[in-house]
């Protein structure tokens, strides 16, 4: 899928591990695990294929950012892992589970500092780090719209897009926008990327949610229904509580703070059973059209065909 950028994220790794080493062992201990413990690394990938758009591309300038982007979602994850008392993620130990909690919420800290060291050190265009202070807000500000509503069985639809753009989709897309910037392209086509990741990201995300309740531990490196478990209502569950003859009962489970392993399987079988799933599905297609429409036709067609298969995966993906 990325094979024009293959050997960008060759060396974003090795910038990687050397971004996270520090005068203090442990930072570099810490640190060094959540680089090996892999990712996607979607980000920064979709940056690169942006950013390769430019006619002057060179690694010194364009790779700082890169490292930056993904530490920042590194840091994000390391979060969102104490909030949710997750022990694992992608099948590997969370910092918070070898750490504990107050070591990993620092370390976290420290990584979104250090991406922003790298960021003013490099001297990038002021839209960059005002983009990247926006960014840092707004996830923190989908993380406290996330939490507000646990337990509480919201059907606010809307709500629940603000979450996720929040969360993931602006994410997506600043990583295409930054990369529009990196390569000099007009702002026209700036925009049209910008738009392609923020569609992308909602699609990444309902899909997320959809995994949660139809794959397995095994698959997502993490527990299946997860996010019920935790008193997060996502799409195919609000659309279930709108839609399923069983919405009272599971109403009843998803705000019960005392859920039971039995409790969490018969919720999952009352949103499949309903049009949960279908519904949600519909909303991944919708938003990877939207995406795919939007790509400029001027971008190098080994960018614009990548852009496409990336879109391709999102909304086939199985982890």
């Not at 300038?61 to 530490?71: Q, R, Y």
């Not at 400029?296 to 086939?316: G, K, Q």
């Amino acid at each position: 899928m990325f094979d024009v950028i293959k050997q960008d994220l060759v060396v974003l790794e090795e910038e990687m591990l050397s971004a996270v080493q520090s005068p203090v062992e442990l930072i570099t201990e810490i640190g060094t695990h959540l680089v090996n413990s892999g990712g996607k690394r979607l980000r920064p990938a979709l940056y690169f294929l942006a950013a390769r758009c430019g006619r002057d591309f060179n690694h010194r300038g364009v790779m700082p950012l890169a490292v930056a982007l993904e530490m920042i979602h590194m840091a994000s994850l390391v979060h969102d892992d104490v909030i949710d008392s997750a022990d694992t993620r992608r099948g590997t130990p969370t910092a918070n589970s070898k750490w504990g909690n107050q070591i990993s919420i620092l370390s976290g800290d420290y990584l979104f500092a250090r991406a922003f060291s790298l960021v003013s050190s490099n001297h990038y265009d002021e839209r960059i780090t005002n983009r990247l202070s926006e960014l840092v807000c707004d996830l923190s500000a989908g993380e406290i719209i996330q939490n507000k509503e646990i337990y509480r069985a919201s059907r606010d639809v809307d709500e629940y897009y603000e979450r996720i753009a929040k969360k993931t989709a602006d994410f997506l897309a600043i990583c295409c926008e930054m990369g529009g910037i990196v390569a000099g392209l007009s702002a026209k086509e700036t925009e049209a990327l910008y738009t392609y990741g923020h569609a992308i990201g909602m699609a990444f995300q309902i899909t997320d949610d959809l995994l949660d309740l139809m794959s397995s531990t095994q698959k997502i490196g993490k527990p299946a229904g997860n996010d019920i478990l935790q008193g997060i209502v996502t799409l195919p569950v609000i659309r279930a509580l709108e839609t399923s003859p069983d919405a009272a009962e599971l109403e009843c489970i998803v705000t019960d703070r005392n859920m039971t392993q039995g409790m969490l399987e018969r919720a999952i079988d009352i949103v499949k059973e309903a049009d949960g799933i279908v519904f949600a599905q519909t909303k991944v297609n919708e938003y990877i059209s939207m995406a795919q429409s939007v790509l400029p036709d001027s971008l190098p067609e080994e960018i614009r065909e990548a852009y496409h298969m990336a879109a391709d995966y999102i909304s086939s993906r199985e982890f």
